[in-house]
Each structure stands twice: as C-alpha cells, then as structure tokens.
C-alpha cells in the first residue's frame, strides 16, 4: 500500500507537472512556428519553381527560334556557296571571251596593215598612171569611184574600231562591277562565318 503524500509534496509534484507542460507548450508552439514558417518557404520555393519553369519554357522557345534561324542561315550559305561557284564559272567564261576579244583586235590590226600595204600599192599604181595622161583620164572615173569606196570602207572601219572601243569600256565596266558584287559576297560569307562560330569562353 502506497504510503502517503504530504500536502507540500503534492504541490510541489503538480508545480513540477504545470513546469513540464508548460515546457511542452513552449516546445509545441516553436514547433508550430516552425511549420508554418517552413510553408510560407515551401511556398515561395513552389513559386520559385513554377517561376523557373516558365522561364525554362521561354528560353527552349528561343532555342527553337534560333536553331530555325541557324538552318535559315546554314541554306543560305549554302546557296551563297552555289552561286559563288556560278560567279568562278562566269568570270572564267568571261576571261575566255576577253582573250577572243584580244585575238580579234589582233586580227584587226593585221588586216589594217593589210589596207595600208593595199594603199602603198595604190599609190604606186597612181604613179605609173600619171605617165600616161590619156589612160589616167580613161580610168578616172573608175579610179575615183574605187578611192570613194575605200574611204566609205575606212570610215566604216573606224566606225566599227569605235563601237568595239565602247564595247571593251562596257565589258570592263561589267568586270568591275562584278568583281565588286564578289568582294561583297565575300564580306557576307565572313560575317555569316563570324555568326556561326562557338562563342569564345
């Protein structure tokens, strides 16, 4: 049989029991600050992550749109490549008809010569007509129609030595300006190059 409990130990008991819990309560209530201070957290982080996933949406929407952009681009040098090669191929063509040019202004100047051995001999065929008045008067009027047409021949000569002239000024016009449309290719294909190289970290 338990013995019995003095008035001054049962109140010391129950002030050690009102002790403990209010010790719980202080302890229940750090708890429940703490819970609710880690939900506000968990919140914040749970807007966080829905902030982050939105932004992730967006930047694989700018990848996408830059990586279509990047195959925009790698076509387009592509067929900047293409035409480079058409230009080569031109301007080779180009440098071919430049020589035939060449050997025809050769080819004129020859024949020039020629007319001018032709005019050396005319004029010794003058000579040997002047010793006979009679004949040279007989065939005048022969001879005057024959100096009329080479002169009509020679202006037409140096009417077509000056449309070839004028022809030549074009074509190296032409050259020009497309060795001009080649150097700003060029200037495109490096920025395009510059563009499509891996950053430098």
Excluded: W, Y
Excluded at 122 to 149: A, F, P
């Amino acid at each position: 049989m338990p013995g019995c409990v003095t008035r001054q130990e049962f109140e010391r008991r129950m002030r050690e029991l009102e002790s403990e819990v209010e010790g719980e309560k202080v302890v229940t209530r750090h708890i429940l600050e703490q819970t609710q201070r880690n939900g506000d957290d968990l919140g914040v982080m749970k807007a966080d992550v829905r902030r982050l996933a939105g932004e992730t949406a967006l930047i694989k929407g700018v990848v996408t749109h830059q990586a279509g952009l990047l195959n925009v681009l790698t076509q387009d040098v592509g067929l900047m490549r293409l035409d480079t090669n058409e230009m080569r191929r031109d301007m080779g063509d180009l440098r071919q008809e430049m020589s035939g040019v060449h050997r025809d202004v050769g080819d004129l100047r020859q024949e020039m010569s020629g007319v001018h051995r032709d005019v050396g001999d005319l004029r010794q065929d003058v000579g040997v007509m002047q010793i006979s008045l009679n004949r040279l008067e007989q065939r005048l009027d022969g001879l005057e129609g024959n100096v009329g047409t080479m002169r009509t021949d020679m202006d037409t000569m140096r009417t077509d030595m000056d449309t070839m002239r004028t022809d030549m000024d074009t074509m190296r016009a032409n050259v020009d300006t497309m060795r001009t449309d080649i150097a700003a290719v060029r200037t495109d294909v490096a920025a395009i190059r510059a563009a499509l190289a891996p950053p430098t970290l």
